[in-house]
């Protein structure tokens, strides 16, 4: 159900992956860092860690847990790496949000001159470039969330099946012929889902936590001018 789910409609949710002590496992890593790198970006609404399992190393062996290899496992197989990951935070006054949008960009180790990969951009040292559609197709991304996410605080909404269609703007969607999806998703739940899919994020209301670990994974390797910025084994 779960990989039909993820193929069909663009995503899928899966509860249970993680207990209480594998989350405070995760959460404790994180509140020990050194925050003064370029990659952590702190403010009223938002704490963000990019590279995070760069960063923090030492948190893989808690976020990959069993279930989680067992999970990636049996929708794709055995042969996806990690290729990006973020720490999002939302906090409990957060107005912060997302207007819709799809996920276009990778994460690479240097620019370079490439067909069909556009759009190149630089934040806090780290490349961003669009690559081929074929690329953005293959990758899955993982949200795990460490609080309990609602429509309250920040879950994502999303509009089914929009990664099937390519490059999709925002500003051409037919609301009367897409369907929109709140995503609530239980504490130790996993969000799996195409960059593709049209998502967006709203302010929080409710005055509680959303803590998310981004996590993309692909099988693909890059032209040999450029690599993945964060390829690492599972």
Request: charged content about 25%; hydrophobic content about 35%.
């Amino acid at each position: 159900m779960a990989k039909d789910n993820l193929y069909n409609k663009g995503f899928s949710i899966v509860d249970g992956i993680f207990n209480d002590a594998e989350i405070e496992s995760i959460i404790s890593c994180i509140n020990k860092a050194d925050q003064t790198n370029t990659t952590f970006r702190k403010s009223e609404d938002l704490f963000a860690i990019r590279q995070v399992v760069k960063e923090i190393p030492e948190i893989l062996q808690f976020i990959f847990n069993d279930n989680l290899k067992d999970l990636i496992s049996s929708i794709l197989g055995n042969d996806y790496f990690i290729v990006k990951s973020i720490y999002f935070d939302k906090p409990e006054n957060s107005n912060w949000y997302v207007a819709y949008h799809q996920d276009l960009t990778i994460s690479v180790d240097k620019k370079a001159e490439i067909e069909n990969f556009v759009n190149w951009t630089k934040k806090q040292n780290q490349f961003a470039v669009q690559p081929p559609i074929s690329i953005l197709e293959n990758i899955v991304t993982l949200r795990i969330h460490l609080d309990e996410t609602n429509l309250e605080n920040g879950a994502l909404k999303v509009i089914e099946n929009s990664h099937s269609k390519g490059i999709y703007r925002p500003e051409s969607i037919n609301w009367e012929n897409e369907k929109d999806v709140t995503c609530n998703v239980n504490k130790g739940g996993v969000m799996l889902m195409k960059p593709l899919l049209l998502h967006s994020s709203g302010r929080t209301t409710n005055s509680k936590k959303r803590r998310v670990i981004h996590i993309e994974l692909s099988n693909i390797d890059l032209p040999k001018e450029i690599n993945w910025s964060e390829k690492q084994e599972i």
